[in-house]
């Protein structure tokens, strides 16, 4: 029956993320105890009020379909956060709430990219990125970044990567995997470019923004002359832990907004109505629990980095935001323990899977081939089981 599908599904891949988690439930459900630093989700429950507004808005009867772009007070509430936060002046009419940021990701290159047209993307960037330009049609022109950059790019990178037939940069601060955080003077740097090159669009991907280690954090929309070509992408998953709750969202322009809603309208129209209430209270309402689990990624952080140091030959950028790390482990590449043999960051991932039952994904899904991410979104007693199983099974490759 295969012959029988869509040409499409041989556009992309299935996410490694997705992948490596699977695997690692497979494991489990053979009784091996698996520790797993593969998926990128907070450890922590939703905060109490944001619960509360889920409940009163069930009670309230707030059960029936919704706008597609979100609703009024919930598009207004993202508007307030994104003065607050970051001095940006949208207004409603610029926000689409979408199912998840990934969603808002998928709306936006949809209704951006034509056949060939190509996006510029940094590496390394979370795995959906290129699928969806493939998806799209698209073609994806990489900029190689490296630990020895601290994984982010130059002024004359990316003039470098431009082209008659560039359509999009996308990119995310701080960024998953790596953990790379642009500065407002390094985005300004890039922002020089980009005023060269008035018709290239801009998707700034900011679901990390409250898991800041620098302090501030800084948006490309903040300069004024690009703002009108800048999308950007947030939601509630990673800042609030609410990634079962699936609500993203974008500011845009009213042209692009509008035709991400067209989109929507067809695929989803609006997105859970208890979720968009809940939403209102997340974003406007007292921030101290997202502060809090901040505080607590930055002390698992320190102790990941502590761990990792004391294992020989893993090349690593200390993160500045999100919450992984994202190594360079080709020094092991070559090495056995008598049974299997490191080829390549791929092998090592699986080696630690099964034989130190520690779960991670490959880099190149991540589009950086010899690195492996790690999450630091687990207990601190796991990241410490996790690093010790994992530096006696690096032990015993020679």
């Given at each position: 029956?295969?012959?029988?599908?869509?040409?499409?599904?041989?556009?992309?891949?299935?996410?490694?993320?997705?992948?490596?988690?699977?695997?690692?439930?497979?494991?489990?459900?053979?009784?091996?105890?698996?520790?797993?630093?593969?998926?990128?989700?907070?450890?922590?429950?939703?905060?109490?009020?944001?619960?509360?507004?889920?409940?009163?808005?069930i009670n309230d009867n707030w059960s029936h379909y919704t706008p597609v772009p979100g609703f009024l007070d919930l598009r207004?509430?993202?508007?307030?956060?994104?003065?607050?936060?970051?001095?940006?002046?949208?207004?409603?009419?610029?926000?689409?709430?979408?199912t998840g940021a990934k969603q808002s990701l998928a709306n936006t290159i949809l209704a951006l990219v034509d056949n060939g047209?190509?996006?510029?993307?940094?590496?390394?960037?979370?795995?959906?990125?290129?699928?969806?330009?493939?998806?799209?049609?698209?073609?994806?022109?990489?900029?190689?970044?490296?630990?020895?950059?601290?994984?982010?790019?130059?002024?004359?990178?990316?003039?470098?990567?431009?082209?008659?037939?560039?359509?999009?940069?996308?990119?995310?601060?701080?960024?998953?995997?790596?953990?790379?955080?642009?500065?407002?003077?390094?985005?300004?740097?890039?922002?020089?470019?980009?005023?060269?090159?008035?018709?290239?669009?801009?998707?700034?991907?900011?679901?990390?923004?409250?898991?800041?280690?620098?302090?501030?954090?800084?948006?490309?929309?903040?300069?004024?002359?690009?703002?009108?070509?800048?999308?950007?992408?947030?939601?509630?998953?990673?800042?609030?832990?609410?990634?079962?709750?699936?609500?993203?969202?974008?500011?845009?322009?009213?042209?692009?907004?509008?035709?991400?809603?067209?989109?929507?309208?067809?695929?989803?129209?609006?997105?859970?109505?208890?979720?968009?209430?809940?939403?209102?209270?997340?974003?406007?309402?007292?921030?101290?629990?997202?502060?809090?689990?901040?505080?607590?990624?930055?002390?698992?952080?320190?102790?990941?980095?502590?761990?990792?140091?004391?294992?020989?030959?893993?090349?690593?950028?200390?993160?500045?935001?999100?919450?992984?790390?994202?190594?360079?482990?080709?020094?092991?590449?070559?090495?056995?323990?008598?049974?299997?043999?490191?080829?390549?960051?791929?092998?090592?991932?699986?080696?630690?899977?099964?034989?130190?039952?520690?779960?991670?994904?490959?880099?190149?899904?991540?589009?950086?081939?010899?690195?492996?991410?790690?999450?630091?979104?687990?207990?601190?007693?796991?990241?410490?089981?996790?690093?010790?199983?994992?530096?006696?099974?690096?032990?015993?490759?020679?």
């Amino acid at each position: 029956m295969s012959n029988r599908l869509s040409s499409l599904l041989q556009r992309f891949n299935e996410p490694e993320t997705l992948k490596m988690a699977k695997l690692g439930r497979e494991l489990r459900a053979q009784g091996v105890d698996v520790i797993d630093l593969s998926l990128g989700e907070p450890d922590f429950d939703t905060p109490q009020h944001i619960k509360d507004a889920a409940i009163k808005a069930i009670n309230d009867n707030w059960s029936h379909y919704t706008p597609v772009p979100g609703f009024l007070d919930l598009r207004e509430a993202v508007c307030t956060k994104l003065k607050r936060d970051n001095n940006l002046d949208y207004k409603p009419e610029n926000i689409v709430a979408s199912t998840g940021a990934k969603q808002s990701l998928a709306n936006t290159i949809l209704a951006l990219v034509d056949n060939g047209e190509e996006v510029i993307i940094p590496t390394p960037y979370w795995v959906t990125y290129s699928e969806l330009v493939k998806i799209a049609g698209g073609k994806v022109v990489e900029i190689k970044t490296d630990v020895a950059s601290k994984f982010k790019i130059t002024p004359a990178q990316l003039e470098a990567a431009i082209t008659p037939n560039s359509k999009v940069f996308l990119f995310s601060s701080p960024c998953n995997p790596s953990g790379a955080v642009y500065s407002k003077a390094e985005l300004e740097e890039l922002a020089e470019v980009f005023r060269k090159y008035p018709s290239i669009y801009i998707i700034s991907d900011e679901i990390y923004e409250y898991i800041n280690f620098n302090g501030k954090h800084e948006s490309i929309a903040q300069f004024e002359d690009l703002k009108d070509r800048v999308i950007i992408v947030n939601g509630l998953s990673k800042g609030f832990a609410m990634t079962g709750w699936r609500l993203g969202y974008i500011a845009a322009n009213t042209e692009v907004a509008k035709a991400c809603e067209k989109l929507q309208g067809q695929f989803t129209s609006g997105t859970c109505s208890i979720t968009q209430k809940a939403a209102i209270v997340a974003l406007t309402g007292n921030l101290k629990p997202s502060q809090e689990m901040t505080e607590e990624f930055t002390r698992r952080r320190a102790k990941t980095m502590e761990l990792v140091k004391a294992i020989p030959g893993l090349k690593c950028f200390e993160p500045e935001g999100a919450f992984y790390i994202f190594p360079d482990v080709s020094y092991y590449y070559g090495k056995s323990n008598g049974t299997t043999t490191i080829a390549n960051a791929a092998d090592f991932a699986m080696y630690l899977l099964n034989t130190a039952h520690v779960s991670s994904v490959m880099g190149d899904a991540f589009g950086e081939p010899d690195c492996v991410r790690f999450s630091f979104a687990n207990s601190m007693p796991n990241i410490e089981k996790a690093w010790e199983r994992i530096k006696e099974a690096l032990s015993a490759l020679k």
